[in-house]
């Protein structure tokens, strides 16, 4: 009996180290755009390598994204059609993820974890294909926009954006926000068409644009207090740039709230991306200082983007080890959320048919004050 015990005991551990092995054969696949649309996204994935080699891959999606939406599904696919795959982590969510995601479950692997953040695909496709989505509430920015323009006593707010990312519901439904604001408030809002940075002439023309716009805005509004803000992330170095040096000009924040989104580049800082946060605002507001600019520019405290990546891997490995057992569990996606970004405010979205997505989550932070950093 003793013998037998013994015998039992000891396939109970080899099955044991067999399965801890079997669990040791699993891969989290990101995939973000290249520096040139997205560097923060980019950096980000970088960071999640350089913790666990052995564990994450990456690729990225082509710069021309929406010509080439057949190459993003097919890399995507090809993450898919490792076995050893067991998550993917796509952010930004570009056209053409709604569609791989459909694939890969025709693959028949329903165990792939699927996550995107900061989609450019509507609520109701993104959210049917992908187990958790993540983008920061843009809808909701149309408030906390306005309500810094009127602390700095904004008179007119130039919005520039294109038809591409006019068609897309959150960043409509900022807008209308933004005009509501902006009449009540007795602000001047005004829409200016600029180049899509994914058209033909590629983002070089639309940062070109922005650049020589700005200018005639506020030769335009001469005398006014104008803040600019654009939709796309490939434009937000150039729209720093051209209004660091006009007095009367104002940047409420970039289209994805970070202390990393451009800034760096504008203004000449070696900062870490994703370090030390508050040490990144220090460096930015003595930077803007020399300026005369601090009480001109404002962000967010974190980079919402890179935590969408950070946390959409943390949940991942969570999930593959069995300590998160639902795809969507909102308490521990919350909790994630807190432990990254402590304040944010993290709720899913409703659009305006009432219609609530639980697994599409909204992130919110308040707009920084330069000064509180010098």
């Given at each position: 009996?003793?013998?037998?015990?013994?015998?039992?005991?000891?396939v109970m551990?080899v099955?044991?180290?067999?399965s801890?092995?079997a669990?040791?054969?699993?891969?989290?696949?990101?995939?973000?755009g290249?520096?040139?649309?997205?560097?923060?996204?980019?950096?980000?994935?970088e960071?999640?390598?350089?913790?666990?080699?052995?564990?994450?891959?990456?690729?990225?999606?082509?710069?021309?994204?929406m010509a080439?939406?057949?190459t993003?599904?097919?890399?995507?696919?090809?993450?898919a059609?490792?076995?050893?795959?067991?998550a993917?982590?796509?952010c930004?969510?570009?056209p053409?993820a709604?569609?791989?995601?459909?694939?890969i479950?025709?693959m028949?692997?329903?165990?792939?974890?699927?996550?995107?953040?900061?989609?450019?695909?509507d609520?109701?496709?993104i959210s049917?294909?992908?187990?958790?989505?993540?983008?920061?509430?843009?809808?909701?920015?149309?408030n906390t926009?306005?309500?810094?323009?009127?602390?700095?006593?904004?008179?007119?707010?130039?919005?520039?954006?294109?038809?591409?990312?006019?068609?897309?519901?959150?960043?409509?439904?900022?807008?209308?926000?933004?005009?509501?604001?902006?009449?009540?408030?007795?602000i001047?809002?005004?829409?200016?068409?600029?180049?899509?940075?994914?058209?033909?002439a590629?983002?070089?023309?639309?940062?070109q644009?922005?650049?020589?716009?700005v200018p005639?805005?506020?030769?335009?509004?001469?005398?006014k207090?104008?803040a600019?803000?654009t939709?796309?992330?490939?434009?937000?170095?150039?729209l720093?740039?051209?209004?660091?040096t006009?007095?009367?000009?104002?940047y409420?924040?970039?289209?994805?709230?970070?202390?990393?989104?451009a800034?760096?580049?504008?203004l000449?800082?070696?900062?870490?991306?994703?370090?030390?946060?508050?040490?990144?605002l220090?460096?930015i507001a003595?930077?803007?200082?020399?300026?005369?600019?601090?009480g001109?520019?404002?962000?967010?405290a974190s980079?919402?983007?890179?935590?969408e990546?950070?946390?959409?891997v943390?949940?991942?490995?969570q999930?593959?080890?069995?300590?998160?057992t639902?795809?969507?569990?909102?308490?521990?996606?919350?909790?994630?959320?807190?432990?990254?970004?402590p304040g944010?405010q993290?709720?899913?979205?409703?659009?305006?048919?009432?219609?609530?997505?639980?697994?599409?989550?909204?992130?919110?932070?308040a707009?920084?004050d330069?000064?509180?950093?010098?």
């Open positions: 009996m003793r013998k037998l015990l013994c015998l039992l005991m000891a551990m099955l044991g180290m067999g801890a092995f669990e040791e054969n699993w891969k989290i696949a990101i995939m973000t290249t520096t040139v649309q997205g560097e923060e996204e980019f950096r980000a994935a960071r999640e390598i350089a913790k666990d080699p052995d564990h994450i891959i990456m690729d990225t999606y082509p710069d021309s994204f080439e939406m057949e993003t599904v097919s890399k995507l696919v090809a993450f059609a490792d076995p050893e795959v067991k993917i982590v796509m930004q969510a570009v053409g709604k569609a791989a995601f459909d694939k479950r025709e028949g692997r329903d165990d792939i974890l699927l996550i995107a953040g900061t989609p450019q695909e609520p109701a496709s049917a294909a992908a187990d958790i989505v993540m983008y920061a509430d843009e809808i909701q920015q149309g926009i306005m309500e810094k323009c009127a602390d700095w006593g904004i008179d007119v707010f130039i919005h520039y954006s294109f038809p591409r990312h006019m068609a897309m519901e959150l960043i409509v439904g900022r807008h209308e926000l933004l005009q509501a604001n902006a009449e009540a408030l007795g001047e809002m005004y829409d200016v068409t600029a180049p899509d940075p994914t058209a033909e590629g983002p070089t023309a639309s940062k644009f922005i650049l020589e716009d005639q805005q506020m030769a335009k509004y001469e005398g207090k104008v600019f803000f939709t796309n992330c490939g434009m937000q170095e150039a720093q740039q051209a209004i660091l006009e007095p009367n000009a104002y409420p924040q970039p289209c994805c709230p970070s202390p990393y989104h800034f760096p580049i504008v000449g800082l070696e900062l870490e991306l994703g370090g030390d946060d508050a040490e990144a220090h460096q003595l930077k803007l200082q020399e300026y005369d600019a601090v001109r520019y404002s962000t967010w980079p919402v983007a890179m935590t990546i950070a946390v959409g943390e949940y991942a490995k999930y593959i080890a069995g300590e998160i639902s795809r969507n569990d909102t308490e521990k996606l919350k909790a994630l959320f807190e432990e990254a970004i944010a993290v709720a899913t979205y409703t659009d305006a048919n009432g219609t609530t997505y639980d697994n599409y989550y909204t992130v919110l932070l707009p920084v330069f000064n509180d950093y010098l």
